[in-house]
């Protein structure tokens, strides 16, 4: 079984850092994908209301034969649920639809600043109840930049124990990591591969033929170097299964720079200053 090295947060919570993401797969696939990640050794499973399938992670988390305990589970608010009260209903509702009394991880998913009158700290101090309470183990943000961050900072008790960013090595996002770093705010990564479009990067190709292993591997273990927690997404077994199996060599600090200075600042997703979308 493969061993994962762990993050410890900045309240004291430990985090696989490496996980089973969970986005775009449909809730009929959900359970059976999750069942296999578990089977490969996966133990940290990242879903989010938006998602519409945190009934079939509860599924599969509780069918698989582990102790909840040994489970990481996280999932994020709404975006139609920022109002404190919306919040509540709509975190209750997690609870209910993965059948846990509590969650390893909630998140806000994204800051919305052109929504809710630009209020995410009222958002932000609602999921504060939540870990005050118990029934969030940790609380922590999804797409927020600085800006964002510095207002929490200075308008909440609770510093968030992750951010869950957009990272891949055509994005690198130094100015989030280093304000999080100085924060300890650990750093999540989605869309780790840029939805593949980094695969075919020849320094990436040849990084990969040197070490052995493929190019989604070593840009897997590129985040794993940089410290980065990472959940890559698969309905596929083998490709499960090939993810998880990056805990068995090391890039060289050459390799790392390599890959890093690939940075183009292309984002594959929505820009967090500008994304509204909320649900109809």
């Known amino acids: 079984m493969t061993s994962v090295p ?3 947060l900045n309240n004291g919570q430990a985090i696989p850092q490496f996980g089973f993401g969970v986005f775009q797969v449909k809730p009929a696939d959900t359970a059976e994908a999750v069942g296999t990640a578990l089977q490969a050794g996966y133990r940290h499973i990242d879903t989010a209301e938006g998602y519409g399938n945190e009934k079939e992670v509860g599924e599969a988390v509780g069918k698989s034969g582990l102790d909840r305990a040994d489970v990481f589970v996280t999932s994020k608010l709404g975006n139609g649920a920022h109002r404190p009260d919306d919040a509540r209903q709509a975190f209750a509702g997690t609870l209910d639809a993965l059948g846990f009394d509590y969650i390893d991880l909630f998140l806000i998913h994204w800051p919305l600043p052109t929504r809710y009158d630009g209020d ?4 932000w101090k609602t999921l504060e109840e939540f870990y005050r309470d118990g029934r969030a183990r940790s609380i922590g943000v999804s797409n927020f930049q600085p800006h964002h961050l510095r207002r ?8 968030p124990a992750v951010n869950q960013i957009e990272v891949h090595p055509y994005l690198t996002q130094d100015d989030v990591r280093t304000f999080c770093a100085e924060h300890q ?8 591969i840029a939805q593949g479009n980094v695969l075919d990067d020849p320094t990436i190709v040849s990084i990969a033929r040197n070490v052995g292993k493929t ?18 997404k698969s309905v596929t077994p083998a490709r499960i299964k090939e993810n998880i199996d990056i805990f068995d060599f090391e890039l060289s600090g050459e390799d790392v720079e390599a890959i890093s200075a690939l940075n183009r600042n292309e984002r594959t997703g929505p820009d967090p200053d500008k994304f509204d979308m909320v649900p109809d």
Request: charged share 20%; net charge negative.
């Open 152 to 159: 929490l900072h200075g308008e909440s008790e609770i510093t």
């Open 120 to 123: 995410y700290v009222s958002t």
């Open 215 to 232: 190019a989604a591997q070593v840009v897997l273990r590129w985040h794993i170097e940089r410290g980065d927690i990472v959940f890559p």
């Open 185 to 192: 705010i650990a750093i999540e990564a989605w869309s780790p």
């Open 6 to 8: 762990e993050i410890m």
